[in-house]
């Protein structure tokens, strides 16, 4: 019996061992962190076509992606203590790019929808959005229903976004025009090309505060569902030890009024008529 005792302890032990080095494994297996370290350069993919949140702009004769999601990559790099690399590239490729390894986060003004969620993971929230229809100067009139003054209009969104589900399913009769990007979707509404183009309520007040003669905001009320209204910065799954540091970035800045900031700062940033 006092054998049989000593065996169930030792079988007993092995099997807590093989649990603690099993949950040791498992921790360390994260290296999302460390390899952004060992690096020295945290990687941020984006689409810089979306201002105030991302856009690009001459400085000392160099062309350079600036705004809002920007300011706020460059704390989370500066959290990490390594530089920051940003990477543009349309917007629709921004999540393979991350499945992929070719960039450490995605920040672009994304919304984590459920679909997107079943591809990468999300931080915590750092912006909450609505939805407009962006119009020609002159034309605001024109489009006061979303249920019938679209019909037969030529309505522009970005490929793969929110907009672009919005844009089909509230603006009845619409044809609706999709590209992977917002600047080449706003110049062909300045020119005649397009009726309206939809976007978030921030990028289209930035438009019309930058180019009052060519844009103004219609009348017509678009709804944004509660999945359709934060903007996250998203990750690969796994990396919990890389959303954790982001999510202590986000927190800080909520906390100290450093998002406010950096808003304000991306705006005053942007080029103007």
């Known amino acids: 019996m006092k054998t049989k005792k000593k065996l169930y302890i030792l079988l007993a032990f092995m099997a807590m061992f093989t649990m603690v080095l099993t949950a040791c494994g498992k921790k360390d297996s994260d290296q999302s962190v460390k390899k952004i370290q060992d690096k020295k350069t945290l990687v941020v993919g984006t689409s810089a076509d979306y201002a105030p949140f991302e856009f690009p702009i001459v400085q000392n004769g160099k062309k350079k992606i600036v705004g809002y999601d920007m300011l706020l990559a460059q704390k989370i790099a500066d959290k990490l203590d390594v530089k920051l690399k940003i990477v543009n590239t349309e917007f629709p490729s921004l999540i393979s790019e991350l499945k992929n390894n070719k960039v450490d986060l995605v920040m672009a003004g994304m919304v984590s929808t459920n679909q997107r969620k079943k591809a990468v993971n999300f931080s915590n929230s750092y912006f909450t959005v609505k939805n407009q229809v962006l119009v020609k100067k002159g034309d605001a009139a024109k489009f006061k229903d979303a249920a019938t003054d ?44 397009l009726d309206a183009v939809v976007v978030e309520n921030t990028v289209a007040n930035s438009y019309v505060q930058n180019h009052p003669n060519d844009y103004e905001i219609a009348p017509a009320k678009l709804k944004t569902s509660k999945e359709q209204s934060y903007i996250n910065v998203a990750l690969r799954k796994g990396d919990k030890k890389l959303a954790a540091k982001v999510n202590q970035v986000i927190a800080q800045q909520k906390k100290n009024g450093g998002l406010d900031k950096m808003l304000k700062k991306a705006q005053s940033m942007q080029p103007k008529d």
């Open 150 to 193: 679209f019909k037969g209009k030529s309505v522009g969104a970005q490929q793969t976004t929110t907009q672009e589900k919005i844009a089909k399913s509230q603006l009845k009769g619409a044809n609706v025009v999709s590209e992977s990007a917002v600047t080449s979707l706003t110049t062909e509404l300045k020119k005649g090309k």
